[in-house]
């Protein structure tokens, strides 16, 4: 059986930022849905739109050095973004975001690694992120060091599943990337202080039982980000968030079902017919 640390390497860096760095414990993604291209690259699968905005935000002097940063402190690194599938098409902010860092520091970008099924975590709640998880499939090179980077770090479940697959197949997960926060601060790994409150309300024992009962980082629980470790840390008790988030898993596999059903048979055909126009955008 293959192993790998599936805990958080020790003094893992905060999620680097490009919207609002100046306030983490507000709204910042705000911000950023309300530029004009938001939608259309968030939504509808447009690229153009995606560099317009992506480029709006880091033409700024402070997020200029940051990507100074990224190119002196990781040289050889692999700059991955998550894939994502959203309610209305492909999310092309990560990719992009990759292409734009890629051109603008010099770093190898490398967009094959992909989200292997569609979850539509936009705009869910936390039980709905707890519940369905991304799978992820590609090349990964054994010995390299990857940035990792996403449109907007809410509970990072996203980003930390990407982590675990790359580092699962021999790859360094390194930094990760945001244009925004979601509203839960800049860091990822878990802190010591969350791990312990979270322990010392529920039990080891009753932790683990419940990550292995909801199928989550294989019942690892120092593998939880820290936004997961908060909200599982104030909830009233875990019996009651397997239950939600069990029942979530099922809703949504539910209304999968329909949605496959109400399918036209037409559809496979028009695709076939139907060629869309080639992608544009960042490239190197």
């Not at 024992?205 to 840390?233: Q, R």
């Not at 979530?248 to 596999?253: I, S």
Request: glycine residues 6%; aromatic residues 8%; contains cysteine.
């Amino acid at each position: 059986m293959n192993t790998f640390p599936k805990n958080w390497p020790q003094n893992f860096p905060k999620i680097m930022r490009f919207v609002d760095l100046d306030n983490c414990s507000a709204k910042p993604w705000h911000i950023l849905k309300q530029h004009p291209d938001y939608d259309a690259a968030k939504n509808h699968e447009n690229r153009i739109a995606a560099a317009r905005l992506i480029h709006s935000f880091l033409k700024q002097p402070e997020n200029q050095k940051q990507m100074l940063y990224l190119k002196t402190k990781f040289p050889d690194a692999v700059i991955t973004p998550v894939h994502a599938i959203e309610a209305n098409g492909k999310n092309r902010i990560p990719e992009i975001l990759a292409e734009y860092l890629s051109k603008k520091t010099g770093l190898e970008a490398d967009v094959s690694i992909v989200q292997k099924d569609k979850i539509h975590r936009t705009g869910s709640d936390d039980f709905h992120r707890f519940a369905f998880r991304p799978r992820y499939d590609g090349h990964v090179r054994q010995g390299r060091r990857y940035i990792l980077v996403d449109d907007v770090f809410t509970q990072g479940g996203s980003l930390n599943e990407l982590r675990l697959f790359i580092e699962k197949q021999g790859g360094n997960v390194v930094q990760m990337a945001a244009m925004s926060l979601g509203g839960h601060g800049d860091i990822i790994a878990m802190k010591p202080e969350t791990q312990k409150r979270l322990l010392d309300k529920f039990g080891e024992n009753n932790v683990i039982s419940f990550m292995k009962e909801i199928d989550l980082y294989d019942g690892n629980y120092k593998s939880l980000t820290e936004p997961e470790a908060y909200f599982l840390g104030r909830t009233a008790s875990l019996n009651q968030a397997r239950d939600r988030i069990l029942a979530a898993r099922q809703a949504g596999r539910t209304r999968d079902s329909q949605e496959t059903i109400r399918q036209p048979q037409t559809s496979t055909i028009t695709q076939s017919v139907t060629s869309p126009k080639p992608g544009r955008g960042f490239r190197r």
